[in-house]
């Protein structure tokens, strides 16, 4: 399907800014390097992922597949139907606001942090 890509859209911390992308369920969305703007998927879409971004929020209404945050701070997303799956890696100050039809999403478990001790072999 068709793979929309929003890279390095920045907006003001008083005026962000705004796009809105009209998609379908064989699509999927790649969000790169955005700051301070809002991205407002409508339709069905098949998988999102938001990548080094920085107080971004980003709004849909069904995802298929999985959303993915990476390497992100302070970001924010909403789903208003349905979301499976998300996971969340290398990201602080993640939020993520569920409809009562996502309230069962699973999440990826963060990774325990790597031991600092020197192994013995």
């Not at 971004?56 to 999985?66: K, L, P, R, W």
């Not at 990476?70 to 939020?95: F, H, R, W, Y």
């Amino acid at each position: 399907g068709l793979k929309w890509v929003v890279e390095y859209h920045v907006g003001d911390r008083m005026d962000k800014k705004q796009l809105e992308i009209e998609v379908d369920k064989s699509h999927s969305v790649y969000i790169y390097g955005c700051q301070n703007t809002f991205i407002k998927i409508i339709g069905k879409v098949n998988s999102i992922t938001i990548d080094k971004c920085k107080k971004t929020q980003v709004m849909f209404e069904s995802c298929i597949g999985s959303v993915e945050l990476t390497s992100c701070n302070a970001c924010e997303v909403q789903v208003t139907g349905t979301l499976p799956s998300c996971s969340i890696d290398k990201t602080n100050e993640a939020m993520l606001y569920l409809s009562r039809d996502s309230m069962d999403v699973a999440s990826t478990p963060l990774p325990a942090p790597a031991s600092t001790s020197p192994s013995r072999g």
